[in-house]
């Protein structure tokens, strides 16, 4: 069993920037590929980034790249999702999600273990 706790949420303006953080808990973290995924009111969960377990093979939503960037500190057992650039649209609630697959990182059925979630809010 994996617990995943994230943190660095809050509110921000838009243009500005957070870093999330999420850690995990036991021995295995580098064993796990990792991801963060995003909901906002009324929505479905949507994929935002994902990095395996070396972080050799990194993926982004295409509206998140080139403002996001995803790592991990396997010395830690941290994911870390830098922020900039946030834009309204990326008001959601903030999830990372560990998975002992090593495919299909951008489906949130891959994973297998959940965090409680961090809130972003960014206003215009």
């Known amino acids: 069993q994996v617990q995943l706790v994230e943190s660095g949420g809050g509110l921000v303006q838009a243009g500005g920037s957070l870093r999330l953080s999420c850690v995990a808990s036991g021995r295995t973290f580098s064993s796990y590929g990792m991801g963060w995924f995003r909901q906002a009111p009324g929505k479905e969960r949507e994929f935002v980034a994902a990095?395996?377990?070396?972080?050799?093979?990194?993926y982004y939503a295409n509206s998140v790249k080139g403002r996001f960037t995803i790592s991990r500190d396997n010395a830690k057992n941290t994911v870390y999702l830098q922020m900039m650039s946030l834009k309204p649209e990326d008001t959601a609630v903030y999830y990372c999600?560990?998975?002992?697959?090593?495919?299909?990182?951008?489906?949130?059925?891959?994973?297998?273990?959940w965090g409680q979630g961090t809130q972003v809010t960014v206003s215009s």
């Open positions: 990095i395996s377990r070396s972080s050799s093979t990194i």
């Open positions: 999600a560990a998975t002992w697959s090593v495919q299909r990182l951008q489906l949130p059925g891959s994973y297998d273990y």
